[in-house]
């Protein structure tokens, strides 16, 4: 069964560009959740998806924003990046209920460097 | 909302000792506490969860208790091994979190030989 897929691994943007980043989630999962984790700031929620709809956004800028297919695939965007976006951003899918219920498989993160 | 206070934020003990770590929450609505192990360069994986209605669950050499009144819940490891190494995060759901788990901020165990 294959778990949840990030895409790229590693990213390196210049401040004021956009960014985007890919979850798969498990197959037969159709929530997908986003973290910010930093040193100082441990996991903190950007939003979650499921069915295409956003239902839970945490306390980000605008410039953060996210989307789901039909087939789970979420992605999400940074515009206008700082150099305080600078993380690894992980993905975390779960079966309905964002993770609340039976907790979530993470992915293996997109590391974001903002130079 | 939901604030969880994570206590230390590094431990280091002998090989075969135990390790606790401790969380406290400040939403009383809250029913779902796990926890995850995120060993260098990996993702967080799940350890062990508990709710609301349980005080304590065990799983081989890690337990999780629960003070409902005191609003804090503690992650208990005992015999520890060097691969017990990692950052352990606590974490808290409650209705009003809608579909968010509210982490702490982790703890670096270290485990020496």
């Known amino acids: 069964k294959a778990g949840v897929t990030q895409t790229p691994r590693y990213l390196i943007k210049t401040r004021g560009q956009q960014v985007t980043l890919s979850c798969s989630p498990i197959?037969?999962?159709?929530?997908v959740s986003w973290y910010q984790q930093t040193p100082g700031q441990g996991l903190q929620f950007l939003f979650e998806?499921?069915?295409?709809?956003?239902?839970n956004k945490g306390n980000f800028p605008g410039r953060f924003s996210g989307r789901q297919f039909s087939n789970s695939r979420s992605e999400m965007n940074v515009s206008t990046l700082e150099l305080g976006d600078s993380a690894l951003y992980l993905c975390?899918?779960?079966?309905?209920?964002?993770?609340?219920?039976?907790?979530?498989?993470f992915g293996s993160g997109t590391r974001l460097t903002v130079v | 909302g939901e604030n969880v206070e994570q206590h230390p934020s590094t431990l280091s003990v002998q090989e075969g000792d135990s390790a606790v770590i401790k969380c406290t929450y400040s939403?009383?609505?809250?029913?779902?506490f796990p926890w995850y192990k995120q060993e260098l360069g990996k993702r967080p994986q799940l350890i062990i969860d508990?709710?609301?209605?349980?005080g304590e669950k065990k799983d081989q050499r890690i337990a999780v208790t629960l003070n409902k009144t005191a609003k804090h819940f503690s992650l208990h490891i005992t015999e520890t091994q060097p691969e017990d190494s990692a950052v352990y995060f606590c974490?808290?759901?409650?209705?009003?979190?809608?579909?968010?788990?509210?982490f702490g901020k982790g703890t670096s165990l270290l485990v020496t030989p």
């Open positions: 197959s037969g999962h159709r929530s």
């Open positions: 998806y499921f069915s295409e709809t956003q239902r």
């Open positions: 974490a808290a759901w409650n209705s009003n979190s809608g579909y968010a788990l509210n």
């Open positions: 975390a899918s779960s079966l309905n209920t964002g993770g609340r219920d039976y907790g979530y498989t």
């Open positions: 939403d009383s609505a809250s029913n779902y």
């Open positions: 508990i709710r609301s209605n349980v």
